[in-house]
């Protein structure tokens, strides 16, 4: 589970471009990219820019999301333990130092830049696979979005690459570099192992005031940690969608509303060849127009491939905002399989060669109804769900409880016990937390027993209205509930460190000369176990490596070391019986592997180096009061008793 923390957070310096944060919010619907809602409190400043905590936590929610593809059993609070919502911070202060930086120094992307990001994103993407400006409009206004925020947003990823792309093209490591590196890596290790059981030793005689001294001294271990008590009501999406009625009205109005979608278009496969000088398009005009083939002039006139030409389907509109209006023009008169004259334009002089004209007639309202009709529940139903949260926020607003809201809107109430922000509820058997709910958990250790009650949005089909109805402070759990398990936790511990002199004794020995098998052998402990690897096989266990071999991979050949493990209930002492040096001329691939790993390390570097200065040069102020009450809010416990 933390693995997947640190792989979130393993290569910041990329993910300060925030991978186009505004098409991930398109895609994903996740949260307001744009750090909307509630009055937030600033959590830094960059150069003269606030990032809030709202912002914070709507990358932060985001980023879980996407962790939860792959480990759905991860909590808000685990990932912070993590050091996620720290890293998410530098990113998006990294992110806006080089936006920052990128204004001082007057870069700005072209719209031909833009436009070819945009093209570039599969969520804007017909059935055909090519750029659909229908589908583009259609995804940014169900969010909400103006075409003038998505491309304002990616003109600032455009920026932050130009910026770091000046530190992206180290040289290749040199071989007498990297030979050592490698040679490490091939290296072969056997090691000894032995354990030492703490169940090899006698429990210890205790007495009440071993125990209540160890109680105290643990007592963060036997305490419970914060708990909530909520109430929520649920509003599913499937559920109101199933009460809805499509009638002719309703398609009706929807035919009318998207009277264009219906109407009679066109659109155009084309192919274009943009140059600088009007001689070289005139020839490619004259040379196609002679019969020869557009492609094949384009490569020889101006080195032109096929996928530099390549517009795809396009209606005129979109062709004037990617070109200009004359172009446009002139390339919805020409006919099919023809080439316009060169037109000019900002751009330079294009020459357009039309492959085919799609010629698409009007649909009548019952011609399409059929077709429509999901869409028109689809909508009917989401006017619905608006229309109970609407009533809901409305009523909540005007000081109504959960429980009053629900039974006017005829919604089901759940009381949830005292829940950890984990999601467990203590000492209540037989109770099982509705899993769909658990973001829910989160946001209700994120308020305070004092805020109003409010609608949450759960996902894209579910909301809820949440209250927390109590605050339940961690409390220590009274040793007379508890004193078998105290006992056995400090008998354990009394085992443990009975075991840990054994195992210092058999280091001495060893390091005097004496067989690990021998010393096992004469303190009546199991067998010893081998253990013969490289380091590479090592690096690419998919699972977490065992910490005694990961001990003998640190050690010098003939070392010995004890260490403790109370996972496994028993010290180790591991000896580092041979170590053979790797041999390069055994894996000459290897090395070529390893000379490019160093060098995307190195990029990494440079690039870290660089957004430090920068941060540095536009200067970077941190709120950490700010910073450590959101952590508290989605670690959901407040200080444990002393």
Sequence with gaps: MISLIRKALSSWIVLALLGLVLVAFVVTGIGDPFGGGPAATTVATVAKDDISDTQVSSQFDRQLATIRQEQPGITAAQATRGGMLDG?????????????????????PSKRQIDAEIASIAAFRGPDGRFSEDTFRQAISSQGLTEDMVRREIGGDVVRRQLLGLVDSIPMTPRKLAEPFTALQLEQRTLSIGAIPAQSFPAPTLSDADIDAFYKKNIANYTVPQRRRIIYALIDSAEIAKTVMVTDAALADYYKRNAVQFAASETRTLRQVVVQDKAQADTIARRVAAGEDFAAVAKDVAGFSETDMDLGTISKSA?????????????????????????QSEFGWHVVRVDAVVAKPAQTLAEVADS???????????????????KADDALA????????????????????????EGLMLGESGLQLDQRVRPLIERAFATEESDDP?????????????????????????????????????????????????????????????????????????????????????AARQEPVPPPIGLGFALAKGDARALAQPRNAAWFVVHVADVKPGNLAEAPAFLDQMRSQMQTAATNEYAQNFVAAIMADVGVKRNPKALDRLKQRYLGNADQPE
Excluded: C, W, Y
């Design 398 to 421: 005007d000081g109504s409880s959960v429980a009053e809201v629900a039974k006017d809107l005829g919604l089901a109430v759940v009381r949830v016990p005292p829940v950890t922000s």
């Design 454 to 538: 409010t609608v949450e949005d759960i996902s894209d089909t579910l909301h809820a209205l949440m209250d927390v109805e109590e605050v339940v402070p961690p409390t220590p759990v009274p040793l007379a509930e508890i004193k078998p398990q105290v006992t056995a936790a400090l008998t354990f511990e009394r085992q443990m460190d009975a075991a840990k002199v054994v195992a210092d004794k058999i280091v001495a020995g060893i390091r005097e000369g004496k067989s690990l098998a021998a010393l096992l052998a004469e303190n009546k402990l199991p067998p010893v176990q081998s253990f013969t690897a490289r380091r590479i096989e090592i």
């Design 88 to 108: 998410v911070l530098e990113r998006l202060i990294g992110s806006q130092a080089l936006t920052s930086m990128g204004e001082k120094l007057g870069l700005g």
């Design 372 to 390: 429509i009709r999901p869409a028109v529940e689809a909508e009917l139903a989401q006017n619905a769900v608006a229309d109970v949260i609407e």
């Design 319 to 343: 062709l004037a905002d990617q070109t200009a209006s004359t172009v446009a023009d002139a390339v919805f008169k020409a006919a099919s399989g023809t080439v316009t004259s060169p037109v």
